[in-house]
Nanobody
Framework: QVQLVESGGGLVQAGDSLRLSCAIS????????MGWFRQAPGKERLFVAA????????NYADSVKGRFTVSRDNTKELVYLQMNSLKPDDTAVYYC???????????????????WGQGTQVSVSS
């Protein structure tokens, strides 16, 4: 059974940085493209970033491009989301998600990811 566990969230001030981690178990991380999504209260779940199985392909939502970086360490079974220059609009629950793939491609659509973590809260004060 595949399980994902996020960590690293917290309360920070605008301009600060945080690094989220996502640990996977039950199947090798190298089998999955990975995505990060976020959901603010009363709003829909939105794509943040994704990284292919090899780590070669990455993509970001326009709202975080240049501030966030997604990376992975398949040997440690960990995926990271480095978030810099945080803004109050970044406040949300952040979820990592895994998409079992045979190709080195990524998806921006939350519905294509069958495995999800429980989420970690990121709160940014102004």
């Amino acid at each position: 059974q595949v399980q994902l566990v996020e960590s690293g969230g917290g309360l920070v001030q605008a301009g600060d940085s945080l690094r989220l981690s996502c640990a996977i178990s039950g199947r090798p991380l190298s089998s999955f493209a990975m995505g990060w999504f976020r959901q603010a209260p009363g709003k829909e779940r939105l794509f943040v970033a994704a990284i292919s199985r090899s780590g070669i392909i990455t993509n970001y939502a326009d709202s975080v491009k240049g501030r966030f970086t997604v990376s992975r360490d398949n040997t440690k079974e960990l995926v990271y989301l480095q978030m810099n220059s945080l803004k109050p609009d970044d406040t949300a629950v952040y979820y990592c998600a895994a998409d079992l793939r045979t190709t080195d491609l990524i998806s921006y659509f939350w519905s294509t990811y069958p495995y999800w973590g429980q989420g970690t809260q990121v709160s940014v004060s102004s």
